[in-house]
């Protein structure tokens, strides 16, 4: 086959199809410069097969190959990595900071302020035992301690609910994304079917919701190999093969298919959600705990993502689980430890908190902090004189209940014993006191001491002391406080501690002594050393041994600490996030000047095409001349 004229008009024809398709994709990245997840791209062409003719071969034009993306998968797949952790750290670094205004110690107001005045305002009725204005103010300063714990415990379970309620509407749309990659999959996989082109704008979405799914769960993408494009550019590069997405280890899509992640809280009395991924076979497999990286991850370690099987239904772990149970650590101490000191005031009954236990099991082995050790149970007269002591001792073997010669609480109080040694069989604690255990219809039971009604009439009264093991208040046997006998207190932590009720209807009840006796401040001095008493607090496998005022730190100091953690990882991450995104943009989003520029040389390249049309319009034009 030879050159003629007609062939040289078709290279003419080439390059005006070249330049055409070049000014469409340029003006393609235009107006997409600002289009989230757009790729730039470029038109690549290469000579057509020339024409074989002696001397040698002859041009025959240009020919389009391909319309590629200036795509790097090496920094798309960093700037995913990146995006995921900048995700999980800007979430984090909000929850925290948002947290950290429940604790405003730092200003001198909140729980350790109103602690500190509850204390002292224990000291001044310690100096005034029988004015009622002041038992009127210790009352409303407890309940203003009461009330800052509970408010701050709610606003930090309110948090927790929220980030719950995140969970779910995140979990969703990540169900949904993966449903659409999965479609954009098999959309690409007909688009490139024979190998024929490219389908860049589905590759650009489906770049877009993997960016997605790297921020909502951390979610990374596998191909089966990774081909570069060193026309377009040295850096350029694209995954083909198999796809897989996946979230540490578990496949969310697998080419055309997806994997919905299983969300409920059906099986939770606090409504918290647990994720499961159900295999092939059926069974659902929990992934909580699997799940470390963007938002979804933030709020699992925030919130907690180990939740045990107990009635609680509360997470074992997690930020804002730990302070949550700091707190709650701290106030139910401060409950148990207050009521064991005011059960030393003299009354004539006490009812425990209704209690889930079984009476004949030992008492150590129930879920009531009592510990091994003792307690006397004190009895005195009408003018407040110490008339009989007896000690009740708490060991391993010891039932609540139980027959007369048994180790039960009930069998040492009935007992006949010479507690005076004064060989006088009808002064003793077991003439006073009355021992009851009684069982509600509703469930849970009770213990109620109660003075005998002929001694009652007569003005005697009775109170609890522990038998310390040494000068530390938390050396007993923390049996009245534990049980909630004769409380200062009403509630178990922090959700529901608060003056005890009687005394919010009628503060004049509280008492500043042992006994009734006037001007008696023992109880209230001892109250007012309660805040230098070291204690034990247990949080989970943690066991802290310090005042508290010292706990309140350990939680405050958490939070604090956690926070400004949060702030300087955040700024690290967010440093290298900006390198990263830099880079990224450097090589795939659209420049507009460059684009104008390319605009320019293709208009340019359009006019000479069309000058080599009209170039041989006119040697036709000759030649149909010579003709006539």
Do not use: C
Not at 33 to 54: F, I, K, L
Not at 326 to 353: C, D, G, H, K
Not at 411 to 440: G, P
Request: a negative charge; zero cysteines.
């Amino acid at each position: 086959m030879g050159s003629s004229i007609f062939n040289t008009l078709n290279i003419g024809y080439s390059g005006l199809t070249a330049a055409q398709a070049g000014v469409s994709t340029t003006s393609h990245n235009i107006t997409n410069a600002e289009s989230e997840g757009y790729t730039r791209q470029r038109v690549v062409t290469a000579a057509s097969t020339p024409v074989n003719m002696a001397p040698g071969n002859v041009g025959n034009g240009t020919q389009i190959m391909d319309i590629a993306r200036i795509f790097d998968s090496f920094v798309y797949d960093r700037y995913t990595g990146i995006s995921a952790d900048k995700e999980y750290s800007d979430y984090t670094k909000t929850t925290l900071e948002t947290l950290s205004t429940y604790f405003p110690e730092i200003d001198g107001v909140g729980i350790k302020s109103d602690l500190q005045d509850y204390y002292n305002m224990w000291q001044t009725f310690a100096d005034n035992p029988d004015n009622d204005a002041i038992k009127l103010s210790l009352a409303k300063q407890t309940e203003a301690v009461s009330s800052s714990i509970t408010s701050t415990q709610n606003k930090i379970y309110d948090l927790q609910s929220t980030l719950n309620s995140q969970l779910k509407v995140n979990v969703d749309e990540v169900n949904l994304l993966a449903k659409e990659l999965a479609n954009v999959n098999i959309s690409i996989e007909i688009a490139e079917a024979g190998d024929t082109f490219t389908a860049n704008d589905l590759r650009d979405k489906r770049n877009s919701i993997e960016l997605s799914l790297a921020k909502l769960i951390g979610a990374e993408s596998f191909s089966g190999e990774t081909k570069s494009n060193n026309v377009i550019s040295s850096s350029s590069n694209e995954k083909n093969g198999s796809y897989t997405l996946m979230v540490n280890g578990f496949n969310l899509v697998d080419g055309g298919s997806y994997h919905p992640i299983h969300i409920s809280s059906q099986n939770n009395s606090n409504g918290f959600y647990e994720l499961s991924y159900e295999r092939q076979d059926g069974v659902l497999i929990p992934m909580d705990e699997r799940i470390s990286g963007g938002r979804i991850g933030a709020i699992l370690d925030l919130r907690g993502d180990k939740i045990e099987g107990d009635s609680s239904g509360a997470p074992s772990n997690g930020t804002l689980q730990k302070v949550l149970d700091e707190l709650n650590a701290f106030s139910a101490t401060l409950i148990e430890s207050t009521n064991n000191i005011y059960a030393s005031n003299a009354t004539q009954r006490m009812t425990s908190n209704s209690l889930e236990m079984n009476p004949t099991q030992p008492i150590l082995d129930s879920s009531l902090n009592v510990k091994n050790g003792a307690f006397d149970i004190i009895i005195y007269d009408i003018d407040g004189k110490e008339t009989a002591r007896r000690t009740i001792d708490i060991n391993s073997l010891t039932t609540m209940t139980g027959a007369t010669g048994s180790n039960s609480v009930e069998a040492q109080i009935t007992a006949q014993k010479d507690d005076n040694a004064d060989s006088n069989a009808n002064n003793d604690v077991d003439d006073f006191i009355q021992f009851h255990w009684a069982t509600y219809p509703s469930g849970g039971s009770a213990l109620d001491l109660v003075m005998d009604s002929n001694y009652a009439s007569k003005g005697y009264s009775f109170s609890i002391e522990d038998n310390l093991k040494t000068d530390r208040f938390d050396s007993g046997s923390n049996f009245a406080g534990a049980l909630g006998l004769s409380k200062f207190f009403d509630g178990k932590d922090a959700k529901d501690i608060n003056l005890n009720n009687d005394f919010i209807d009628n503060p004049t009840k509280i008492k500043a002594g042992k006994t009734s006796a006037s001007g008696d401040n023992t109880l209230s001095l001892d109250m007012v050393q309660q805040q230098f008493e070291v204690y034990s607090f247990k949080v989970g496998d943690m066991k802290y041994e310090t005042t508290m005022y010292g706990m309140f730190d350990v939680v405050a100091t958490e939070v604090g600490v956690r926070t400004k953690d949060a702030i300087l990882n955040n700024q690290t991450i967010t440093a290298q996030f900006n390198a990263t995104e830099l880079e990224y943009s450097s090589i795939s989003k659209v420049s507009i000047d460059e684009e104008l520029t390319n605009l320019i040389k293709y208009q340019t390249s359009y006019g000479a095409a069309s000058k080599i049309i009209t170039t041989i319009d006119q040697m036709m034009q000759t030649l149909l001349g010579i003709k006539q």
